[in-house]
């Protein structure tokens, strides 16, 4: 059963920093696509950062130069580096593993964490 457990949520002022945290279990994480997605009230689900299994990186252009996404392989786990954060920055933000070993390609998701910024 694969799982995804995350932390490092809470409330921050404009300007300060966060930096989230993604273990998985359960799944080849070596081999899995790792991203954040946010979802603010009343909008969808969108991609805040990607981190492919070979270490290419993808970033919302919302969040560039901003947040930092890592990976530490032996640890299972998937980080987010939230810095200079803006009050639009405040959503429910999960964890997604894209476990692309796996034929058809199959996604879990985290329960989320709640970040909010205040200004």
């Known amino acids: 059963q694969v799982r995804l457990a995350e932390s490092g949520g809470g409330l921050v002022q404009a300007g300060g920093s966060l930096r989230l945290s993604c273990t998985a279990s359960g799944s080849t994480f070596s081999l899995s696509a790792m991203g954040w997605y946010r979802q603010a009230p009343g909008k969808q689900r969108d991609l805040v950062a990607r981190?492919?299994?070979?270490?290419?990186?993808t970033y919302a252009d919302s969040v560039k130069g901003r947040f930092t996404i890592s990976r530490d392989n032996p640890k299972n786990t998937v980080y987010l580096q939230m810095d200079s954060l803006k009050p639009e920055d405040t959503a429910v933000y999960y964890c997604?593993?894209?476990?692309?070993?796996?034929?058809?390609?199959?996604?879990?998701w985290g329960q989320g964490t709640q970040v909010t910024v205040s200004s």
């Open positions: 997604n593993q894209e476990r692309q070993y796996m034929t058809p390609v199959q996604q879990s």
């Open positions: 981190i492919s299994s070979g270490g290419r990186i």
